[in-house]
């Protein structure tokens, strides 16, 4: 494992052949309890320039990807892209198959289509799948034919256990799919209910997106994608919603001047505050304010 010296604050690793077979694009390697070599080198931050697959059939050591910590599971599928950082609490025996491959592996003509595939991609920067039994079943079942022709030189070799890889990560990329998918959407409930409870406290002062994206620690362009996919609505316009509805309901029920009413909203000036009213509702405040009161008497 030679570290690649372009980056001087954390290290990236090749991938190296293996003795006596692979190459330095693709190499499958079963895990049957030896401890990996350089082991001093995963106790520290590191980067792999690779893709990397481990199912992991028994096995309990603890190491972090990026700033979330993983605690290795029995029949449980784990997976990182190139850039993750990676680090290791311990170096301890694993039982399971590894994969790997590079970019290069990845650009060779029959592969192309595999990196638009979820767990090429990776868009949720995740690691860790889980397996049901059936997902068991065909996991192992594809991993000991893609070991098979690995292992076993034979006519079209590369193509048949390519055949495999490919098999191994559409299935893999739809558990992608459904985990990491439903629980994001879970998390951008969240921070729907999030957002619209800062907006409810703080519609008088923060008129911006870029206000409440930075009391939520998101950039702007990410909280109004979320907003926009969860409700419909972008974000200004459920700030802009907010707004107009206390306008609406100080020009009812009060007798506030507009002027007023512009300072109570965290407007500077009027003339804006007119045009920015009659844009959303079509009207003016003072033509609002006695439209809706002819209704009401």
Request: no cysteine.
């Amino acid at each position: 494992m030679n570290p690649i010296r372009t980056d001087h604050e954390i290290p990236r690793y090749a991938l190296n052949p293996l003795d006596g077979a692979g190459n330095s694009m693709f190499q499958v390697v079963e895990g049957t309890g030896q401890l990996p070599s350089q082991q001093d080198a995963l106790l520290i931050p590191h980067r792999k320039d690779y893709y990397f697959l481990a199912y992991v059939r028994d096995g309990n050591t603890r190491h972090w990807v990026d700033m979330t910590p993983y605690t290795l599971k029995p029949q449980t599928f784990y997976f990182t892209i190139p850039h993750q950082v990676h680090l290791k609490e311990e170096v301890g025996p694993m039982y399971g198959t590894l994969v790997a491959f590079t970019e290069e592996f990845l650009a060779l003509d029959d592969n192309r289509l595999l990196k638009k595939l979820p767990i090429i991609q990776n868009p949720y920067n995740g690691h860790e799948l889980l397996l049901s039994a059936r997902d068991i079943a065909f996991v192992e079942e594809t991993l000991a034919k893609m070991t098979a022709e690995y292992q076993y030189p034979a006519d079209w070799q590369h193509e048949m256990a390519s055949a495999h890889l490919r098999v191994l990560l559409i299935y893999l990329s739809r558990l992608y799919t459904e985990q990491f998918t439903q629980a994001q959407q879970q998390v951008d409930r969240q921070l729907v209910k999030r957002f619209q409870s800062l907006v409810e406290a703080r519609f008088k002062e923060l008129h911006q997106v870029a206000d409440y994206a930075d009391l939520l620690h998101l950039s702007a362009g990410h909280l109004s994608e979320t907003i926009k996919q969860q409700s419909g609505k972008t974000a200004i316009e459920l700030i802009h919603e907010r707004l107009v509805l206390e306008a609406k309901r100080l020009l009812f029920h009060t007798d506030h001047s507009v002027k007023e009413i512009t300072a109570r909203l965290g407007f500077e000036d009027a003339s804006y505050f007119n045009r920015f009213f009659k844009r959303l509702t079509t009207r003016t405040p003072v033509e609002y304010r006695t439209s809706i009161r002819e209704m009401y008497h």
